[in-house]
């Protein structure tokens, strides 16, 4: 059972940064795909970056340039930096582990973090 927690969720202005971190138990963290999602009031669980083993990154297109997904294996922790955010990345992001391939499918994840919140201001 992999166990996550995720931190750095906070309040921004809009064109501000944070770094979201999520920090693993299992030390087989690093055979596993990592990924990102999160959820806004009233709307669905959307998928956000997914990091896999080989490093291999996969991004939604409404992040593509501003957000960066990282891992660390000796930590071992993920990293998500979120850089010219804006008012509709305003959403609880959640990180997820799979032991399958490169995936954004939030129904390959079987580990979950509980949330972190991030609010951007306009």
């Known amino acids: 059972q992999v166990q996550l927690v995720e931190s750095g969720g906070g309040l921004v202005q809009a064109g501000g940064s944070l770094r979201l971190s999520c920090a693993a138990s299992?030390?087989?963290?690093?055979?596993?795909?990592m990924g990102w999602f999160r959820q806004a009031p009233g709307k669905e669980r959307e998928f956000v970056a997914a990091?896999?083993?080989?490093?291999?990154?996969y991004y939604r297109d409404s992040v593509k340039g501003r957000f960066t997904i990282s891992r660390d294996n000796a930590k071992p922790t993920m990293y998500l930096q979120m850089n010219t955010l804006k008012p509709e990345d305003t959403a609880v992001y959640y990180c997820?582990?799979?032991?399958?391939?490169?995936?954004?499918?939030?129904?390959?994840?079987?580990?979950w973090g509980q949330g972190t919140q991030v609010t951007v201001s306009s």
């Open positions: 997820a582990a799979t032991d399958r391939g490169l995936t954004g499918l939030e129904d390959h994840y079987d580990y």
């Open positions: 299992d030390s087989a963290f690093r055979f596993y795909t």
């Open positions: 990091i896999g083993w080989s490093d291999v990154t």
